[in-house]
């Protein structure tokens, strides 16, 4: 496949996983919007605690993983994506099918990441 058509698959991949994303954190919002203020009968349900526990490191994850699908997106923009930010050389297609948000080759990722 050349190399155009691979970009143009792989930003679809990105654009749709940051939508996905944007569109999973938007429900947060409207969770836990009307909570506010209502802190009285919250503090003796453990359950409720640890669902909300649950969800914002859930949240934290999807925030983190929409930052590194953005600047993905903004390194296709600048004409540096899908170089290894380590060792400046191209990382496998393979691996950007899987990972689109990849910074760094397989032989630059550390062994236990892989
Ligand atoms: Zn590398």
């Known amino acids: 496949m050349e190399k155009s058509r691979k970009d143009a698959r792989l930003r679809a991949q990105l654009e749709a996983e940051r939508d996905e994303l ?3 954190l938007s429900h947060y919002d409207e969770v836990e ?7 009285n009968h919250m503090a003796d349900d453990g359950t409720e605690a640890f669902d909300q526990a649950a969800s914002l490191a859930l949240r934290r994850n999807q925030e983190r993983l929409l930052e590194q699908v953005e ?3 903004a390194r296709m923009d600048a004409g540096t994506y899908g170089l290894c930010e380590r060792c400046g050389e191209p990382i ?3 691996r950007l099918k899987a990972i689109p948000y990849a910074t760094l080759c397989i032989d630059c990722k550390p062994r236990a990441e892989r």
């Open 22 to 24: 944007r569109e999973a």
């Open 33 to 39: 919007r009307p909570n506010i203020g209502l802190g």
């Open 71 to 73: 600047k993905a997106l």
């Open 92 to 94: 496998d297609y393979a």
